[in-house]
T-cell receptor
Framework: AQSVTQPDIHITVSEGASLELRCNYS??????LFWYVQSPGQGLQLLLK??????LVQGIKGFEAEFKRSQSSFNLRKPSVHWSDAAEYFC???????????????FGRGTQLTVWP | DGGITQSPKYLFRKEGQNVTLSCEQN?????MYWYRQDPGQGLRLIYY???????QKGDIAEGYSVSREKKESFPLTVTSAQKNPTAFYLC?????????????FGPGTRLTVL
């Protein structure tokens, strides 16, 4: 069965520091991977996604993620964090039933990011 | 503006009452989804629908019901059978419901059982 693990529940970084949020997935076939961000009391916004091709994916707001098949990982990175990046971040893997076109997402439990000024 | 609207933003319910959460989209998407979010548990799938008049149970469908009579609407009813309904509920849609299609989320409804 598909699953996603985000090992870090809460991360605190200083503004201007680099950031890496970890994500490990379990999926039998080629994974479709997503990172979403959620501000308090709001819905989720897509940051980036990976389907195939170049393993380094660029997203919005200066984020990037690298797919590493050998490590079953899809870590999110940002070179310099801004105070407005404080939010909760969710990694997700797309999956579905064999023989069906209907897909769904499996989400990790999220990583809460706090940014110190 | 195209998007997903959820209403109401906050909802209070007495124990034993059914309540219906609204989700409407004007993105012309075929697929729609309902998730429940609890602190520290991420998003869990309740129901999803790829086309009108068809829907599938997700991981935590017990105590919930849905209908999909129109393409743009996917209301969720939280029944009295749901033992712990207090949570944040998120609706999403995608263009065709396949694994590759990006899901777009509404702003959510916070349900509190008094």
């Amino acid at each position: 069965a598909q699953s996603v693990t985000q090992p870090d529940i809460h991360i605190t970084v200083s503004e201007g520091a680099s950031l890496e949020l970890r994500c490990n997935y379990s999926y039998g076939a080629t994974p479709y991977l997503f990172w979403y961000v959620q501000s308090p009391g709001q819905g989720l916004q897509l940051l980036l996604k990976y389907f195939s091709g170049d393993t380094l994916v660029q997203g919005i707001k200066g984020f990037e993620a690298e797919f590493k098949r050998s490590q079953s990982s899809f870590n999110l990175r940002k070179p310099s964090v801004h105070w407005s990046d404080a939010a909760e971040y969710f990694c997700a893997v797309g999956g579905g039933r064999r023989g069906s076109t209907l897909g769904r997402l499996y989400f990790g439990r999220g990583t809460q990011l706090t940014v110190w000024p | 503006d195209g998007g997903i609207t959820q209403s109401p933003k906050y909802l209070f319910r007495k124990e034993g009452q059914n309540v219906t959460l609204s989700c409407e989209q004007n993105l012309n998407h075929d697929a729609m989804y309902w998730y429940r979010q609890d602190p520290g548990q991420g998003l869990r799938l309740i129901y999803y629908s790829q086309i009108v008049n068809d829907f599938q149970k997700g991981d935590i469908a017990e105590g919930y019901s849905v209908s999909r009579e129109k393409k743009e609407s996917f209301p969720l009813t939280v029944t009295s059978a749901q033992k712990n309904p207090t949570a944040f509920y998120l609706c999403a849609s995608s263009i065709d419901g396949t694994v590759r299609s990006t899901q777009y989320f509404g702003p959510g409804t916070r349900l509190t059982v008094l």
